[in-house]
């Protein structure tokens, strides 16, 4: 069974450069969130997804990042533009999720994508 | 505020002894904890998974514990193996939320022959 799969894996960009993630979620997974890890800490969530439609977005810093998952499958991140505490491994995550209520099941995490700011 | 606490020093032990992981947590009512294992580069993978009424849980080698009282759970790894070197992260969940997984900072482990 093919895995969370996550591009690209490493992006080097100036500040206030733009950078694009892209995260395609295990098949049939209708949850999808995207989290953020700097180094040394725990993978803090920015942005959660229950098919197309957004769920949990209250850690994201709507100024700057911006997330979309059309037709409720591949997801996109965007950071515009980038400053330099943004340098973070983005890890995308996904689960069955059923419905909205409690989601017991497990995340399933890409390899992430590091990012770079300089 | 919700707050989640791992060790954030290492855990260095000798291979064969038990780890122990400490994960609490304040401000929380979770139905469930989650441990996940990463390793360096990688994305966490997850380990196991035991619920508010379930006092331990185990897997292999692998033990949880979950005090409710105590707001504590305790993960541990017995005839530890130098492949066991990882970062482990707990994740305690609300049932009153949608399914949303915050992770406390992760404990590394490393496991000497």
């Known amino acids: 069974e093919a895995g969370v799969a996550q591009s690209p894996r490493y992006k080097i960009i100036e500040k206030r450069q733009s950078v694009a993630f892209w995260c395609n979620p295990i098949s049939g997974h209708a949850t999808l969130y995207w989290y953020q890890q700097i180094l040394g800490q725990g993978p803090k969530l920015l942005i959660q997804f229950q098919n197309n439609g957004v769920v949990d977005d209250s850690q994201l810093p709507k100024d700057r990042f911006s997330a979309e998952r059309l037709k409720g499958v591949d997801s996109t991140l965007k950071i515009q533009p980038a400053k330099l505490e943004d340098s973070a491994v983005y890890l995308c995550?996904?689960?069955f999720g059923r419905g909205r209520g409690v989601n017991t099941g497990e995340l399933f995490f890409g390899e992430g994508s590091r990012l770079t700011v300089l | 505020s919700q707050k989640i606490e791992q060790n954030s020093e290492a855990l260095n032990i000798q291979e064969g002894k038990t780890a122990t992981l400490t994960c609490n947590y304040t401000?929380?009512?979770?139905?469930?904890l989650q441990w996940y294992r990463q390793d360096p580069g990688r994305g966490p993978v997850f380990l196991l998974l035991i619920r508010e009424n379930e006092k331990e849980k185990r897997k292999e080698r692998l033990k949880v514990t979950f005090d409710t009282t105590l707001k504590q759970s305790l993960f541990h790894i017995t005839a530890s193996q130098p492949a066991d070197s990882a970062t482990y992260l707990c994740a305690p969940t609300s049932s009153s939320n949608t399914g949303k997984l915050i992770f406390g900072q992760g404990t590394t482990l490393q496991v000497k022959p």
């Open positions: 401000n929380y009512s979770p139905a469930y």
């Open positions: 995550a996904s689960s």
